[in-house]
């Protein structure tokens, strides 16, 4: 019967003018001569709050609330008795309230009766009855209200039956709308899960499989493979790189359920068998349902067919790929366009950049790393070729280097041995196959040598040693990787940064000894260093990119002084030479 409180005055919603309580208090006004009527009700905690009112202007309303237990009406229902004032304001006899005593201050009530309203051998409330002009109220008038009390308490009854059952019915209509939308979900994540299985079985991509996924669950979807890259997704997830590694989950993670990473980030592992696959992570807009959740299981699984069976075509198209990457590293008497057209049939762009990367698994499993390389292989557009103890692959890509890594850490969680890749590229198209992959595996042979087993490494990564190893050995990329920033900028601004870094290497890195060897201040050789070092980056003198600097400063003099003893013919020759090999 007691709505919940906070201890302020507020108004609330009118209530039915034609509910029982309404029409005894439009009554007894008329009877008695009443300039206002209502009612009040007594909370647990002592507040009391108005349900109940007829006549009133602004000021007293229905749902006010007082706080403290005081007033006339109180003063009644304490008493069990009938109370009245002539003039409540100046009338002293009882605690005043300041939330009732500003009401009635606004409405301009003198003359205030209050009744008590009985239930069971208690009271509830109290009846008021007040006018706006002072004086006493008859023994007729009381009695009249404490006669209506009891039908006053009968109507609220009465009201508040319907008011609970109005409420249970809105709430009913609620769930019920619930039901409603959550059942049209479960049905429209049922059919798209039936138009998943559709695609998979009808030999779609995955890219398809996870455009469609993340529409249906309204969010950014992501595929990773076990080594964190991301092999599909609608979009971009904040902090991926965070997600932790399969590891790190629980066995009943990893079983299948979907793993909540952050607000609104879920991950599933794709497994196939006791295999590891990688997992789908979900970035939500909306907060999921037990329906999502199953439905992003169901995608995991989706995903973990469509990567099985890429796999098995992989090794159905095996012996053409193999075939065609041979011919690449034998050098093929096949056209180059009979290659491109071979390349084409089995979904690899003859015409954009590759690059070759030559692995060695450190732990054994030769095996198992070779079934790995043809799944990564197919599914990156690119081959595979073992050779001994080496794989070889060929990949779509730029840059060597990130490839190398992304190979190396993805065989290496598969194996649980460390991987030593060695890099080149990218190259062309694919005529320069057979000089990558020789590049490649002489970085990797020189990992070995130098004993970084383990590690990945391109010519550009292994500086004057890639140099060397290089069957280009293009000094002048070399030179350029190393003072181009220097150089040029002398060039720009007829500037002597280079010839001042030589003479401090000359030196002994002594700023003073090198001023002395180009006569110019200490200051200014200072300033040139500082200058040097916003080119080259702060770690310009460290024992490794200072020898690096050294050998590149002594490349550039031989070549300065070759096209000085050879003169402007020289240059010619050397431009032709270049124009002969770019044409290669």
């Not at 009040?40 to 006549?55: A, M």
């Not at 990567?307 to 034998?330: S, Y």
């Not at 595979?384 to 840059?399: F, N, Q, T, V, W």
Request: contains cysteine; glycine residues 10%.
């Amino acid at each position: 019967m007691e709505p919940p409180g906070d201890g302020r005055a507020r108004p609330g919603p009118r209530p039915d003018p034609l509910s029982p309580v309404a029409v005894l208090l439009a009554q007894m006004s008329l009877l008695i001569g009443l300039d206002v009527a209502f009612l009040s009700l007594r909370r647990s905690d002592g507040s009391s709050y108005i349900p109940f009112i007829h006549g009133a202007n602004s000021a007293l309303h229905a749902r006010l609330e007082f706080p403290r237990s005081q007033g006339i009406g109180e003063a009644a229902q304490d008493s069990g008795r009938p109370a009245w004032t002539e003039d409540y304001l100046a009338d002293d006899r009882f605690p005043h309230d300041p939330v009732l005593d500003e009401a009635a201050r606004a409405e301009g009530l003198r003359a205030v009766l209050a009744v008590p309203l009985p239930r069971g051998g208690t009271t509830v409330g109290a009846l008021y009855g007040a006018r706006r002009v002072s004086g006493p109220f008859t023994s007729e008038e009381v009695g009249l209200c404490a006669a209506l009390a009891p039908l006053a308490v009968a109507g609220l009854d009465h009201a508040l039956r319907l008011e609970r059952m109005s409420a249970e019915r809105a709430q009913l209509e609620l769930e019920n709308s619930q039901l409603e939308v959550a059942a049209l979900r479960t049905r429209h994540l049922a059919e798209t899960h039936s138009r998943l299985t559709d695609m998979v079985l009808g030999g779609s991509g995955l890219t398809a499989v996870v455009s469609l996924a993340g529409d249906a669950l309204d969010g950014t979807l992501v595929v990773r493979d076990p080594g964190g890259d991301v092999l599909a997704a609608t979009g971009t997830v904040p902090g991926l790189d965070s997600v932790p590694a399969r590891a790190q989950w629980s066995e009943a993670d990893a079983a299948g359920t979907a793993v909540p990473l952050a607000e609104g980030v879920w991950a599933v592992p794709v497994t196939a068998g006791a295999e590891d696959l990688g997992m789908v992570v979900l970035q939500a807009r909306e907060e999921l349902a037990e329906a999502d959740l199953r439905f992003l299981r169901a995608v995991a699984q989706a995903v973990a067919l469509v990567l099985v069976t890429q796999r098995d075509t992989a090794v159905v198209d095996g012996p053409l790929r193999d075939e065609l990457f041979e011919d690449l590293l034998n050098g093929s008497a096949s056209s180059p366009r009979h290659l491109a057209e071979r390349a084409r049939r089995l979904g690899i762009d003859p015409d954009s950049p590759h690059v070759v990367l030559v692995l060695r698994p450190e732990g054994g499993e030769q095996g198992r790393a070779i079934m790995w390389a043809s799944s990564y292989a197919y599914r990156r557009g690119g081959l595979k070729s073992p050779r001994g103890e080496y794989i070889s692959l060929l990949l779509p890509g730029a840059d060597s280097s990130a490839a190398a890594r992304a190979v190396s850490r993805e065989l290496s969680s598969v194996l649980g041995h460390p991987v030593s890749v060695g890099a080149a590229g990218p190259g062309a198209g694919l005529a320069s196959t057979d000089k990558l992959h020789k590049e490649a595996l002489r970085c990797l042979k020189t990992l070995i040598a130098l004993d970084r087993v383990g590690g990945t490494a391109s010519a550009e990564e292994l500086g004057f040693v890639g140099l060397l190893l290089s069957e280009d050995r293009d000094v002048g990329a070399f030179i350029d990787s190393v003072l181009g920033p220097v150089v040029r900028y002398d060039a720009e601004r007829l500037t002597e940064l280079t010839r001042t870094l030589g003479a401090y290497f000359s030196a002994g890195h002594s700023p003073t000894r090198a001023a002395e060897t180009l006569h110019v201040h200490v200051n200014t050789v200072s300033r040139r260093l500082e200058r040097i070092g916003r080119l080259l980056g702060p770690q310009w003198q460290e024992p490794e990119h200072a020898l690096e600097i050294q050998l590149a400063l002594r490349l550039l003099r031989t070549q300065d002084a070759l096209r000085q003893r050879h003169g402007p013919r020289a240059d010619e020759d050397r431009t032709e030479s270049q124009a002969v090999n770019l044409g290669r």
